[in-house]
């Protein structure tokens, strides 16, 4: 998600920062328009990068895939009346969310899940024209369905894992 994310904003002309652990995915990303990197494994408090990146700003919208483990940093690198949309939960579910930040910096923090049919057509009429394509990482073989999520798992995976049928 994050990738698709990032190729979105930069097709709307947005800045983009990305983060990851793995400083071979972070300069991947780089190729798909990443205008700042950060490696949270190397920097566990990132969201003084994205400050500094961002001249003091914040971010304006933040793409949260790590949820309770991560929502904090998330909190603390976008603007004041910053957006931030909570779309994965990639750490354990677990964790203390800092709500009176979140308040006294007038974030609006969205959970988001898939959407309806309706959703999805508008979404992908409105992507008719851009430049982002999916980014494929790899593609298993139904039979090998438990392959498929240990890949996602360990997090080896930059872009998409596909099921063939």
């Known amino acids: 998600m994050s990738i698709f ?11 983009g920062t990305i983060t990851s652990s793995s400083d071979e ?9 990443a205008d ?5 494994g190397k ?3 990132w969201a003084q990068e994205v400050q500094t990146a961002s001249g003091g700003r914040g971010a304006d919208h933040v793409i949260e895939v790590g949820g309770p483990g991560t929502l904090p940093q998330s909190i603390a690198a976008a603007r004041v009346g910053g957006h931030i ?8 579910g677990g964790g203390e969310v800092p709500i009176a930040t979140l308040m006294r910096r007038q ?3 969205q959970g988001l899940i898939v959407g ?5 057509q508008n979404f992908l009429q409105a992507l008719d024209g851009l430049p982002p394509r999916p980014v494929i990482d790899r593609a298993f073989p139904l039979e090998e369905v438990t392959g498929a999520f240990r890949y996602e798992r360990d997090g080896q995976h ?3 894992i596909g099921l063939t049928l």
Not at 5 to 15: C, D, F, R, V, Y
Not at 28 to 33: K, L, S, Y
Not at 116 to 120: A, C, D, G, T, Y
């Open 5 to 15: 994310a990032l190729q979105l904003a930069k097709a709307m002309g947005a800045s």
């Open 25 to 33: 995915k972070l300069e991947r990303a780089r190729t798909f328009g």
């Open 36 to 40: 700042h990197t950060i490696n949270y």
């Open 43 to 45: 920097t566990p408090a």
């Open 85 to 92: 949309a909570l779309i994965g939960v990639l750490t354990d």
């Open 107 to 109: 974030q609006r923090l």
């Open 116 to 120: 309806s049919r309706l959703h999805q």
């Open 158 to 160: 930059f872009g998409k």
